[in-house]
């Protein structure tokens, strides 16, 4: 009789170990596997290049939440956010990555258009009027 109920407590202690241990592996998975900013930035160029722009995004917010700094993230953000037609987004991203010094030669002309996807379209023309007079390009003319 002894025995048996040794057997039945190691059966249950083995359960609750099996138990225990599968929480904590799960727990360790679920986790973020040490990837820097810098690993999910370049996994977001990798998606964003092959129009992954959902996967894209999800690398991108990771490695902001790792980095809230980082200007090339949320210039990639709001450009993804601008090729899936969210201007709003799009437009939070592209002014936040210019705030943190980040300027390309798109940058300008992909906040227009995210402002028109927006619809503000008077702050856009007042935006480019100084800039239609003095060097007008075919895309900020045709953004007007």
Excluded at 17 to 27: A, K, N, P, Q, T
Excluded at 32 to 46: F, V, Y
Excluded at 107 to 126: C, N, P
């Amino acid at each position: 009789m002894l025995v048996v109920n040794m057997k039945k407590l190691l059966i249950k202690g083995s359960y609750k170990l099996i138990f225990i241990l599968g929480i904590v592996l799960f727990i360790n998975g679920c986790g973020d596997s040490g990837n820097s900013a810098e690993e999910h930035l370049n996994k977001a160029r990798t998606s964003i290049d092959s129009n992954d722009f959902n996967g894209g995004i999800i690398e991108l917010k990771n490695a902001l939440q790792k980095d809230p700094d980082l200007a090339e993230a949320r210039w990639l953000l709001g450009k993804s956010y601008l090729a899936m037609g969210n201007g709003p987004a799009a437009v939070k991203e592209i002014e936040r990555a210019a705030a943190l010094g980040y300027s390309t030669a798109d940058s300008q002309i992909a906040l227009y258009r995210a402002l028109l996807m927006k619809g503000d379209f008077q702050e856009v023309l007042d935006l480019t009027d100084a800039m239609a007079s003095s060097r007008p390009s075919a895309d900020l003319l045709a953004i007007r």
